[in-house]
């Protein structure tokens, strides 16, 4: 068994296709057109072990900036912890978090989104929980006055390189919190699961990524490289629903937000090392999620 990361995997066709192959069966994610497109660079590293070219066990870090309480910070989010059912209980993923948390010791933090069947696993290397919110809005609280909004077709090449620099030259959505320079994820999740929620508003010169979703309109970003005001754009966008789901912190929107208490299986886990700290009650935004 022997340990690779990086490059060693990205640029070895074989390894690669273990380890895309790997990731689908275990979460059902899908890398392939991220990956032709070019949006895998070394800002993605898994770290992995193979057994005779196929890889076995990985632990990916993706590097970006966190702005927190107007101050950024180097982060690293980790994520596709997986192993192969034939080599779990063997402790390995153990020793890939290790080789990560020891490179990544000059990060200002290390998180993660763990599901619950490895809730007990993370405190062992020095992550705390952290209680994640939910910030609503009622629509008749908003003044609607909906502009044009035009679908944006991702797979349309020049449609997708000027959203990709938007979102890598992007102002924060919230000082609060915000995430930066993580514009290789969020083309990830624009080319999957959000490929038919992208809309770009003329008027503000910016993207929106936008969904029904359960009876609410769910506004999942706002992408720009200028200074746009929230409360603006949403009322700009063309909303039916009686509830508007915010998918990251709100900041100074001056019109009533319900805040609530995230509820799911699973739980958020940071790492601090530096004087950053992460706080309770905040929402890291849903593009970003690696």
């Not at 790492?271 to 593009?287: A, G, I, M, R, T």
């Amino acid at each position: 068994m022997n340990f690779i990361k990086g490059e060693v995997i990205r640029n070895n066709v074989q390894l690669k296709q273990s380890f895309l192959q790997l990731a689908k069966e275990t979460f059902g994610l899908e890398f392939e057109q991220w990956d032709a497109l070019g949006y895998w660079d070394n800002t993605y590293c898994p770290y992995a072990f193979e057994v005779d070219g196929k890889i076995v066990a990985n632990v990916s870090a993706n590097i970006g900036t966190m702005l927190v309480e107007g101050k950024t910070y180097q982060a690293i989010q980790i994520g596709t912890v997986m192993t192969n059912s034939a080599f779990q209980g063997q402790g390995i993923s153990r020793k890939l978090m290790e080789k990560v948390l020891e490179d990544t010791a000059d990060a200002a933090i290390i998180y993660l989104f763990a599901n619950e069947t490895v809730l007990n696993f993370y405190p062992k290397f020095g992550f705390e929980t952290r209680r994640q919110a939910t910030f609503t809005i009622e629509t008749k609280d908003l003044n609607l006055q909906p502009t044009e909004v035009k679908k944006v077709d991702i797979s349309d090449e020049a449609a997708r390189k000027l959203f990709y620099e938007t979102t890598k030259h992007r102002m924060p959505i919230s000082s609060k919190m915000s995430m930066l320079q993580n514009e290789n994820i969020v083309m990830f999740h624009a080319l999957t699961q959000y490929k038919d929620a992208i809309y770009y508003v003329p008027k503000f010169h910016a993207f929106v990524i936008a969904k029904e979703q359960n009876g609410y309109f769910q506004l999942i970003d706002v992408i720009s490289k200028q200074y746009v005001d929230l409360l603006e754009i949403i009322e700009s966008l063309p909303i039916q629903e009686k509830m508007v789901e915010l998918c990251f912190t709100p900041e100074n929107l001056k019109v009533p937000v319900q805040q609530g208490i995230f509820q799911d299986e699973g739980a958020m886990f940071v790492k601090e090392q530096s004087n950053l700290h992460y706080p309770n009650d905040v929402l890291y935004p849903y593009s970003g999620l690696a």
